[in-house]
């Protein structure tokens, strides 16, 4: 009569096998296209703590792109050292991360592909842009893009001028400096136009701005618009220091 396997040993076998079809199995290829489909903050930037094969995967420029002033060595692939320039390189459905701290100057980066721009601290006060005096904005939008985790800050004109496409803006802050000048600033314009005609089907793929979880200081009004659409579904909390906005401007 043949004895059976000991228990012990079919567990051990069951965790071996356990262990062969671990995710780290996987090759760089096959890690990277999952990385792919995370969302840039906080779950991509979180695998990038796990391990150093995690962390070269989960940074590589083929899944973002990086704004950092203070890197030297500009050679280094995905690395820019403003935001222009990372803008001209990127390439459809990109995402660019701007480094924290110090000062990023944007004035009239036009955005003509669907990126997504993502500040890289904990707070969107850790990573601020500056539209200097004199331009229309710090950045202009003519296509659908995700602005997430930064501070745009504007002398004069605006922070955010919308031309079209579906702009979303989350959990950022936008300010407008008080100066005499102060009922020329919004914090965001938008110009878009629509066909007289709009279907019910098309709409969904409209030209529109959402904003959610966005403090909102200074300037004459939150959003002006000078097109075809129209402020909708408004929701403010109001804290001592400041007015955080959800809102959508979109096709009626």
Not at 15 to 32: K, P, Q, T, W, Y
Not at 135 to 156: G, I, M, Y
Not at 204 to 232: F, H, M, N, P, Y
Request: hydrophobic residues 35%; aromatic residues 4%.
């Amino acid at each position: 009569m043949e004895v059976g396997e000991p228990k012990w040993k079919k567990l051990a076998k069951q965790s071996e096998n356990s262990i062969n079809s671990s995710i780290n199995n996987l090759d760089d290829g096959c890690l990277m296209h999952i990385f792919s489909f995370l969302s840039p903050l906080p779950d991509r930037y979180n695998t990038a703590l796990v391990c150093h094969r995690w962390r070269f995967l989960a940074c590589h420029p083929r899944l973002w792109l990086r704004v950092d002033r203070s890197v030297k060595d500009h050679s280094e692939p995905g690395v820019y050292a403003s935001i222009d320039t990372a803008v001209s390189a990127a390439r459809p459905g990109d995402t660019i991360l701007i480094s924290a701290g110090g000062i990023h100057r944007a004035s009239n980066i036009q955005i003509k592909k669907p990126i997504c721009l993502i500040g890289a601290g904990e707070l969107p006060d850790d990573t601020t842009l500056i539209c200097s005096r004199g331009s229309d904005s710090a950045l202009e939008f003519l296509s659908t893009c995700k602005l997430a985790n930064l501070t745009v800050r504007a002398e004069l004109g605006c922070c955010l001028l919308h031309r079209s496409g579906r702009l979303t803006i989350d959990g950022c802050i936008l300010q407008c400096e008080s100066n005499p000048l102060d009922h020329l600033s919004h914090a965001i314009i938008t110009t878009a136009s629509s066909p007289d005609v709009v279907s019910s089907v098309l709409k969904s793929s409209s030209d529109s701005v959402s904003v959610s979880r966005t403090r909102i200081e200074g300037g004459a009004k939150a959003v002006l618009t000078s097109g075809t659409l129209s402020l909708q579904q408004v929701r403010v909390i109001c804290t001592r220091t400041s007015l955080v906005f959800w809102f959508n401007v979109e096709h009626s």
